[in-house]
């Protein structure tokens, strides 16, 4: 899987987000002379204040929740992102990754992902492709074609945040 994401990251071009990748990655990124890289790293130390919030690699501290107001809409080309370490603040990153892309987004986990969230790219008209290894699973979302704008993303959003909270309230009623 890893050797797979390096060949797509020698093929790059463009600005490259990161969120929680591993440094083999970043290493081959910093080799690719044709993006600009903009990385998101976690806390090294866990604060109760800061648990929505994350480094960039110029020493800035964002909130995870907020990516739209940091960068332009379709002003990333490319987002690399580790699925464990965004799991809890999905709906956010999924509003603003919709918003921000316009190539592709790579999720890779070494633990099987939930594709009930990734399914809903499909929603703005992208491809998913899904690729599954050994012990790491890869999914691949095509945004070329994807079509969004604000309202739909605040409707989406709503309905989601509706969904979940039902879903608790059934696990509460249930177990």
């Known amino acids: 899987m890893f050797n797979f994401l390096l060949d797509e990251i020698k093929k790059m071009e463009g600005n490259v987000l990161t969120i929680g990748i591993n440094n083999k990655l970043i290493d081959g990124l ?12 976690p806390f090294e130390k866990f604060k109760f204040f800061q ?5 960039m690699s110029n020493g800035q501290t964002i909130n995870i929740k907020k990516l739209s107001k940091y960068f332009k809409k379709n002003s ?8 464990e370490q965004i799991i809890k603040y999905y709906k956010y990153v999924f509003k603003d990754s919709i ?7 790579f999720f890779y986990a070494s633990s099987d992902i939930d594709y009930e ?3 809903k790219y499909k929603r703005y008209n992208s491809i998913i492709d899904i690729k599954e290894y050994d012990k790491n699973n890869l999914v691949i979302v095509d945004n070329k074609n994807s079509k969004t704008n604000k309202f739909k993303n605040i409707i989406f959003f709503i309905n989601d945040t509706f969904n979940n909270f039902l879903d608790f309230i059934s696990n509460i009623l249930v177990g």
Do not use: H, P, R
């Open 99 to 105: 918003y921000l892309n316009n190539k592709k987004i």
């Open 76 to 83: 990333i080309d490319y987002i690399i992102c580790d699925y």
């Open 117 to 119: 969230y990734i399914l």
């Open 30 to 41: 910093n080799k690719n002379k044709k993006v600009s890289v903009y990385e998101i790293k």
């Open 51 to 55: 648990k929505k919030k994350m480094n």
